[in-house]
């Protein structure tokens, strides 16, 4: 006798063994009880939760000669037929082969027709949006005044390609996604039933891989037993059958990723590689890696949700500290274009390298997300000792009491001395690290300004005054007499403090009438445009050594 599939041969038959759908079932059930079913119902949701089956049951259930609590009883010779599928009464249609004129008027045609035995034809439309407009056009009179023996099921994945002309005459019903833990315990009854031994990890495991479907858990779970015929399912067996990848090979791989060693990423890439892992598979459990980690840094009591052990939840909240969220988010938006690419690519180990580099050097890239990355690279460097005094051997200002505003006259709207004016400012040897961090999220910071600080501060960059407190230098006019108001200067001190972490004196200053503020006064934001310009020489450096 030949072998029947898990996801076959465990089939609900009847309401009650039906999983994670039981706003459907139980709507259905007291339609059935009370007689009041509809003429025509439109089953939508993604694959694998249930669509045709609760259609079988429930063209069951009306022609059943003794329903129990409006589930068919799935012993009367009705009930057999239909679940054997000789039954006159159920015409199963699959829309994706029969999608024509010709074929919706043979069923316009039949309806015409009475039912031998039982009460109802039910007519069940799989994958309904593939019907032609020529063909939804023929069903639109039957489907709205159908004979009173006849119930139409329509089911779909892609609700959103039917006309509304045909979702008008239907009772819509959406199924959801089955949870983790609905398929973790449908796995465990079943393996048990099957006498197949399997640990918690590795059914959590394919609960998760089946992304809400049954259908495709059990199929994952069919493929596992088959491969280890006999023997005990481990976590490592399912992730070697399946070509995943562990976590901690995810851990490993973020923590280089923000070390930005390119070198390491793509020899741990070799590893994943030479392991026989699915890159597509590794794509989107990485993805799915760096989105808890997102939650964990963002929410308290996220364990729940992100459904993981606790040995592993530590180690994401220790990781959740080494990135910023902006710079996960970016992550995953890279990742996410990736996954779009790679399912048809030719040479899908390239383009992950690629996409492994890109992380690495967020200086490839010039979006916002990509710019805070490098900034943060570049806040990483100077924490450890950097010596910014090598990029930028320049000297500072003769005068520095008068050349940068902050000594005497500050703060009243004075301007720098003629001589001043014609030595151009230059970057301060020494800078404050409170300070330093403001000029490297300047754009960021004026990126979340509302109007009009925003538009005054697009032409505004951040400086050092005298006493070494932060000095945003403006233009002259409006936005001077702008930031002249204390309510506005403290919003702005608010503003830069969100972004520092810490509370900071701000002091507002504008050039000469006529002059480039530049000329006066040293644009701090030259400081991190300088040392990505070398990261993108070392970076090119990197390269030839790799190729």
């Known amino acids: 006798m030949s072998y029947t599939a898990l996801y076959r041969k465990f089939r609900p038959a009847a309401f009650e063994d039906v999983k994670g759908q039981e706003h459907i079932v139980t709507t259905l059930k007291n339609q059935i009880k009370a007689e009041r079913t509809s003429h025509a119902y439109l089953f939508c949701g993604t694959r694998g939760t249930g669509k045709t089956t609760i259609a079988k049951i429930f063209a069951k259930a009306v022609n059943c000669e003794n329903q129990r609590d409006g589930s068919p009883c799935g012993e009367c010779a009705l009930c057999r037929a239909i679940s054997a599928g000789a039954s006159m009464n159920v015409i199963e249609i699959d829309a994706a082969s029969n999608n024509g004129v010709d074929s919706v008027r043979e069923i316009v045609d039949e309806v015409t027709y009475s039912p031998a035995e039982g009460k109802y034809k039910v007519y069940i439309i799989d994958e309904v949006h593939m019907l032609s407009i020529g063909a939804f056009n023929a069903l639109l009179k039957t489907l709205e005044e159908p004979p009173s023996y006849v119930i139409f099921i329509?089911?779909?994945?892609?609700?959103?390609?039917?006309?509304?002309?045909?979702?008008?005459?239907?009772?819509?019903?959406?199924?959801?996604?089955?949870?983790?833990?609905?398929?973790?315990?449908?796995?465990?009854?079943?393996?048990?039933?099957?006498?197949?031994?399997?640990?918690?990890?590795?059914?959590?495991?394919?609960?998760?891989?089946?992304?809400?479907?049954?259908?495709?858990?059990?199929?994952?779970?069919?493929?596992?037993?088959?491969?280890?015929?006999?023997?005990?399912?481990?976590?490592?067996?399912?992730?070697?059958?399946l070509g995943a990848v562990d976590t901690e090979v995810f851990s490993r791989l973020l923590r280089v990723v923000l070390d930005g060693d390119v070198t390491e990423a793509i020899s741990l890439l070799e590893e994943i590689v030479m392991q026989g892992r699915e890159l597509v598979q590794f794509v989107s459990d990485f993805t799915w890696y760096l989105r808890n980690l997102l939650l964990v840094k963002t929410a308290d009591g996220m364990e729940d949700v992100i459904d993981i052990s606790t040995e592993n939840l530590l180690r994401l909240k220790e990781e959740a500290q080494m990135a910023e969220n902006d710079v996960i988010m970016r992550y995953i938006r890279v990742l996410s274009e990736l996954s779009g690419q790679i399912r048809y690519a030719a040479q899908k180990r390239i383009l992950v390298e690629m996409t492994l580099i890109k992380l690495c050097r967020p200086s490839m890239e010039t979006d916002t997300q990509s710019l805070l990355d490098r900034i943060r690279q570049l806040e990483d460097k100077m924490e450890k000792g950097m010596a910014m005094a090598t990029a930028m051997p320049m000297a500072a200002p003769a005068g520095m009491g008068a050349g940068i505003p902050g000594g005497e006259g500050f703060g009243q709207g004075s301007y720098a001395s003629a001589q001043e004016a014609e030595i151009r400012a230059q970057l301060p040897k020494a800078v404050p690290e409170d300070v330093k961090a403001v000029a490297g999220k300047w754009s960021a910071i004026v990126g979340e300004a509302v109007m009009p600080m925003k538009a005054y501060l697009k032409s505004a960059f951040p400086s050092l005054s005298g006493e070494g407190n932060l000095l945003v230098v403006v233009s002259d006019g409006?936005?001077?007499?702008?930031?002249?108001?204390?309510?506005?200067?403290?919003?702005?001190e608010r503003l830069i403090a969100d972004f520092s972490g810490k509370e900071m004196k701000v002091e507002v200053q504008c050039a000469r009438p006529g002059r480039n503020p530049e000329e006066i006064y040293p644009d701090l934001t030259k400081l991190v445009s300088q040392v990505i310009n070398m990261e993108v020489e070392e970076l090119d450096e990197e390269m030839e050594d790799l190729y």
């Open 478 to 492: 409006l936005p001077f007499d702008y930031f002249r108001d204390s309510g506005h200067k403290e919003e702005l």
């Open 154 to 241: 329509l089911a779909t994945t892609e609700v959103h390609k039917i006309p509304i002309t045909i979702m008008s005459r239907c009772q819509r019903y959406d199924f959801r996604r089955i949870t983790i833990d609905t398929i973790s315990g449908r796995i465990k009854e079943l393996t048990e039933k099957e006498q197949v031994s399997i640990e918690e990890k590795a059914v959590r495991y394919i609960a998760k891989a089946a992304d809400g479907s049954m259908r495709d858990a059990l199929s994952l779970l069919d493929q596992c037993i088959a491969f280890h015929f006999g023997q005990e399912l481990t976590y490592d067996k399912v992730l070697d059958v």
